[in-house]
């Protein structure tokens, strides 16, 4: 691969409900960090990093799209969505209504996004419930999605799944990889 710096680039959307950590995994993906209190109103907009498919023996380039505050709005325009070949749809697993205006953030991608592009449901905060019985004694917030619900759910609606934590960082790079992955995938077949 000398003198290869990628073999592919690839254009991530990261989208969700406000505050669901959608910029955390941005920062947490580019800059193996953690903010416990970004200001809300400079959301992260862009982020890119380089990940290796070893399998593949290639170097794929992620630029990934952070809504960046806009959520409110729901001012989302087309131009985001275009080119886009892989979507983060995360909620929060604290945070059941997150979970479901997932919904409704599937449906702006269905409208506005490539029919072929990928989409992987991420669950965020499981730092919050790593351990259910002491979480309240630890003043954790309790989680509120199971991850069967939502696996049954990601699998109904065609999408990837995993759960993760932008704080301490547990499958934030696979989420992005998987998806990466299923990307490749249809490359390779031609869809
Ligand atoms: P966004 O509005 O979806 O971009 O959400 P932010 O990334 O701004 O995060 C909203 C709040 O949740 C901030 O206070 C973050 O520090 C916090 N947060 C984000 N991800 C995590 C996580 O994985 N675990 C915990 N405990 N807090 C998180």
New binding site residues.
Partial sequence: MAGVQWHYVLKFIIT?D???????LLVRLTDQRF????D?TL?VEFGSKLITIPEENKIVKLQCW?TAGTESFRSITRSYYRGAAGCLL?YDVTNRQSFLNARSWLADVREHADPHLTCILVG??I??CSDESSSAAAGKRKREVSTEEAELWAQEEGLLFVEA???SGENVEAAFERATRNILDKVHRGV
């Fill in positions: 969700g406000a505050a669901v950590g959608k910029s955390s903010l416990a209190n970004p809300p959301g952070d995360v965020n905060k730092d919050l934590s932008a704080k």
